[in-house]
């Protein structure tokens, strides 16, 4: 089944304790993306990845990492977590270039991270 | 970063009601998309506009791309409760290009009573 897949679900931590959100999709997506969702702001981009070893900021990079080593897998990393990264954090890809037309973004199932 | 204008920010309404929802921007997209998020979820794309004036309808779902470019809409006829959940839309402003950058709206809660 082509999906989307994101760990853990849930993930209580303590502030200043490094964590990672692990993402993995089977689809052969070129495009992957990190997003975090919070009440009344919708969501909003942290980073992007257009292939391997080629990652980029989006709207709220601040506080995060991400690697692209290889294609399937594009972790989140957060080195000092604060209070503030207290969110949804939801990882998606897609087709990249001339085959993103008709390809639209596919999500995983979230991460809910509470930071204390 | 840039934030599409999503309306109504939330609605309650009946089982068997029609409901509408808009998106603006001040900006051209080439491309929108309504995702629906259900509880616990990741968003799944709903439909998927090209074309300006394009009206597309998926079930009891129909959207239409603005003829400016700038705005959106949804329409659910008949709503279930199984209707629930956070509706976005998205645009996108290259298509078949460099990037899939996605810009979000704010999201519609709908909840149906039964």
């Known amino acids: 089944e082509a999906q989307v897949t994101q760990n853990p679900r849930y993930l209580i931590t303590v502030t200043g304790k490094k964590l990672t959100v692990t993402c993995s999709q089977n689809?052969?997506?070129?495009?992957m993306s990190w997003y975090r969702q919070d009440p009344g702001l919708g969501l909003r981009q942290i980073y992007y990845?257009?292939?391997?070893?080629?990652?980029d900021k989006g709207d709220v990079p601040e506080g995060y990492k991400v690697s692209r080593k290889e294609k399937r897998n594009f972790p989140l990393i957060l080195e000092s977590p604060s209070p503030n990264q207290t969110s949804l954090y939801f990882c998606?890809?897609?087709?990249?270039?001339?085959?993103?037309?008709?390809?639209?973004?596919?999500f995983g199932n979230g991460t809910r991270l509470t930071v204390t | 970063g840039q934030q599409l204008n999503q309306s109504p920010q939330s609605m309650f309404i009946q089982e068997g009601e029609d409901v509408s929802m808009n998106c603006t921007s001040s900006?051209?997209?080439?491309?929108w998309l309504w995702y629906k998020q259900d509880p616990g979820e990741g968003p799944v794309l709903l439909i998927a506009?090209?074309?300006?004036?394009e009206l597309t309808s998926n079930g009891r779902l129909t959207a239409q791309f603005g003829i400016t470019r700038k705005d959106s809409f949804l329409n659910i006829s008949a709503s279930i409760p199984s209707d629930v959940g956070i509706y976005f839309c998205?645009?996108?402003?290259?298509?078949?290009?460099?990037?899939?950058?996605?810009?979000f709206g704010t999201g519609t809660l709908l909840a149906v009573q039964p």
């Open positions: 900006s051209i997209f080439n491309t």
């Open positions: 998205a645009g996108q402003k290259n298509y078949g290009g460099a990037t899939n950058k996605l810009i």
């Open positions: 689809m052969n997506h070129e495009y």
């Open positions: 990845s257009m292939n391997v070893e080629v990652t």
């Open positions: 998606a890809s897609s087709f990249q270039g001339v085959r993103s037309y008709n390809s639209p973004l596919h």
């Open positions: 506009l090209y074309k300006a004036g």
